[in-house]
């Protein structure tokens, strides 16, 4: 019985730190695929504004609330919360989620880069 319990200990802490692992991964893949497509146009770094916003805390912000920085009337009006599943919808087809916004980006069509991205995002805080 002791042995059963500590062989389930075991099994968690090791599913916990897999996870944890792939996390990180995924963080790092979704940083790669950032400066690919998305650097040209944002940084990740408050206050510094390019093209795009900063996108530094970006998830689970408001729209259209970045300092210092001329948002189109469109995102102005947009009125939505940056959260994950919203952030996916956006880089997906940002035109179709905001119509008449000036973010110039046909859209990230993989799910699986999506995911990356929107991980890569959560750890600028
Ligand atoms: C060609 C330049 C360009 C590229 C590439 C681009 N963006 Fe943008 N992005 C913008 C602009 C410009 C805005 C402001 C839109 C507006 O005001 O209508 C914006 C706005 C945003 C916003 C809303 C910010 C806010 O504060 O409401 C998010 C989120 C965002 N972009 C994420 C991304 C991500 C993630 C990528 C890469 C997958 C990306 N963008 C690629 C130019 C770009």
């Known amino acids: 019985m002791r042995n059963f319990h500590i062989g389930v200990t075991v099994a968690v802490l090791w599913a916990a730190s897999s996870q944890g692992v792939l996390a990180q991964d995924q963080a790092k893949e979704g940083e790669a695929i950032f400066k690919r497509t998305c650097a040209v ?30 948002f189109s009337d469109a995102m102005k009006k947009a009125g939505l919360t940056w959260d994950e599943a919203t952030l996916d919808k956006y880089i ?23 995911a990356a991205v929107i991980d890569y995002l959560k750890t600028q805080g």
Do not use: Q, W, Y
């Open 41 to 70: 146009c944002h940084t990740t770094e408050p206050g510094k504004n390019k093209i795009g916003p900063s996108l530094a805390g970006i998830v689970g912000s408001k729209s259209a609330e970045v300092p210092g920085f001329s």
């Open 92 to 114: 997906t087809d940002p035109k179709a989620v905001v119509p008449g916004n000036k973010m110039i980006f046909a859209g990230l069509k993989k799910p699986e880069e999506r």
